[in-house]
């Protein structure tokens, strides 16, 4: 074969590894990998892992963890999700927080699943969840959560500033501990 020849196969080669790794190493990193975990549907069987409700009987409420693994734990609410986050070992014992995929929430207003890190939340507002009590209603932008307190009362947060603190005073508001009533007359 000749030179020119030769040079020209190589090239050609060489582009179609450049192209092939090019197009692989996006499926390589882990925030396109966790972009590809789409939601998933939540079934009307499924049980909240935290207080035993039906999640999809909530759909402006509804949460759900999605592993590496494929599995996924839904809740009825989003005070409920932070209540799994902050205590997994309690809520499931197959999973450490690492083993977390992606985790969703339903946009309180719009409906439609939110990826939780791009969520905004509101605390302290008028809105009642599935129990009845104080809640985190979440929200698609921070746009619509501020318009919401605004209308509704609270505070904005996003993700990363909701604390098991804020957690357990959320759920020792006036209706007590998330729905559960003590039969003995107190």
């Not at 090019?22 to 549907?41: I, K, M, S």
């Not at 935290?50 to 005070?79: E, H, N």
């Not at 509101?122 to 104080?134: H, L, Q």
Request: proline letters at 5%; hydrophobic letters at 40%; aromatic letters at 8%.
């Amino acid at each position: 074969m000749n030179k020119p020849m030769q040079s020209l196969r190589r090239c050609a080669l060489h582009g179609l590894v450049a192209i092939s790794l090019a197009l692989a190493l996006p499926a390589l990193t882990p925030a396109a990998a966790a972009e590809e975990v789409a939601a998933q549907a939540v079934g009307k069987e499924m049980r909240c892992p935290v207080c035993g409700m039906y999640p999809a009987r909530y759909p402006k409420w509804m949460t759900q963890v999605i592993f590496k693994d494929g599995t996924m734990r839904a809740t009825d609410s989003p005070l409920d999700l932070f209540r799994f986050l902050h205590d997994m070992a309690k809520y499931d014992r197959k999973h450490v927080r690492e083993d977390i995929a992606v985790i969703y929430l339903s946009d309180y207003l719009k409906g439609g699943w939110v990826d939780a890190k791009r969520a905004y939340f509101v605390a302290g507002s008028s809105a009642r969840g599935p129990m009845n009590n104080a809640d985190l209603p979440a929200f698609n932008g921070r746009e619509a959560a501020e318009k919401f307190a605004g209308e509704q009362g609270g505070k904005v947060l996003g993700f990363e500033q909701i604390t098991a603190e804020l957690v357990a005073n959320l759920g020792h508001d006036d209706h007590g501990d998330h729905g559960h009533h003590d039969h003995h007359g107190h």
